[in-house]
């Protein structure tokens, strides 16, 4: 099957973690709007996000089309690329705790994304720098610390701490690799001190990024660099 | 089999998503915190929190144990527990669709907790005030019409508009009733102006407030009042 995804073309955003699955397994997909011609380009993804035809919408990009399943959520399309890609154990206690672990990795996503947008995704950084300024101390001091330090503890529970879930490459293995490498882009200073305290983390981040598939990705012109549109940005002064 | 919920036991929070659909269904659950005796009690609930034997452990509650599982994130219980207490149809399509819309639920839900908390959860209110009150309106403005637009839109496009997905009662109605509810408690003002626009929400909120089992949990001591250690807080000043 070739997989459809819809993402915005220049960042790497929550789509990322959608196209590090893909990109892992070697699947067939399309990246929608980084593409031209017929049925691709952002504004096949704008007209798709406006179709009134459509009985499953989704509130906003990631999307994914699977045959005739049009899938939203990041966490959800995970979830259902898990199995199909093989990037998820077999069996009922397994895929629920990857789940899990998926939906925590959303929260902390939310949080990333607020240091920066505290008060409004409608206004500018520029207008929301000093209440940026007190999220960040509050994020760098105590919600980075919790969230790593829960990402590191669930990884040294599972067995030999080589993975999250179970003793092979999973979705949520990609997803920690790319909070790790964002937040090194993003909050330098901060990972710095960081990173001695959640050293299987840090292993792991280098796993996947040697892995063959994720190392080729890596260094191809699909991966999108970070910049200051995405997610994860660098701004020097919420790093403090 | 007999469910153990483990959450604040002196507010909704996020863990009313889960006590409603176990009261829905009529499902045998203890409410662990909110009882007393041998491992109940708050300090149950803080010790399993705490617990280093735990392979699955939680970021935070609510957690659910069914049998063996221990299952953490609201979501990921409800999408558990729908087939289990009938509350999400048949066949794969709909249930990614159900998790769907509870990830854009838990999307907002967050939302919500930060028109009260834009800076840190470690803050009182009374210490982010100002910026409370910006991004509240915003809140106002702009995500809460977003978000109710869209729950509208969806259940518009689901045949008869009586339910979010399918024909019959499922998690997802019950999320969207504790959300009508709990705007109605924190933003009065916002929710008479819009009201008149998303009809279908509040048809579905009257149907499953009046629904039997809910209607039976509603009048009981087992409902919690809304107060202002919760999600939904009413703050006059942030619904202007």
Not at 43 to 59: E, R, Y
Not at 90 to 101: L, V
């Amino acid at each position: 099957m070739t997989y459809e995804m819809f993402y915005w073309p220049g960042i790497q955003g929550r789509g990322e973690f959608v196209r590090l699955a893909l990109e892992a397994a070697g699947a067939d997909y399309i990246d929608i709007a980084r593409e031209t011609g017929a049925g691709r380009g952002v504004k096949a993804m704008q007209a798709l996000l406006a179709s009134t035809d459509i009985t499953h919408p989704s509130f906003a990009p990631p999307i994914l089309r699977a045959g005739a399943l049009l899938i939203g959520q990041t966490a959800n399309i995970l979830q259902y690329l898990g199995p199909h890609l093989g990037l998820v154990p077999e069996g009922e206690a397994a895929r629920i705790w990857a789940n899990q672990i998926e939906l925590t990795v959303t929260d902390f996503v939310l949080e990333i994304h607020d240091t920066h947008h505290p008060i409004s995704n409608s206004l500018y950084y520029e207008d929301q720098k000093t209440e940026a300024a007190a999220r960040a101390a509050k994020f760098r001091e105590l919600r980075a610390p919790k969230y790593l330090g829960w990402f590191e503890c669930i990884l040294e529970r599972n067995g030999r701490g080589t993975h999250l879930v179970g003793s092979s490459l999973s979705y949520p293995d990609l997803s920690l690799f790319q909070i790790i490498e964002g937040l090194r882009y993003a909050f330098p200073n901060m990972m710095a001190r960081l990173e001695p305290t959640i050293p299987g983390l840090v292993a792991l981040h280098d796993r996947v990024a040697k892995s063959p598939n994720i190392a080729a990705y890596l260094a191809s012109p699909r991966r999108i660099p970070f910049n200051e549109m995405g997610l994860f940005r660098r701004y020097p002064e919420l790093d403090a």
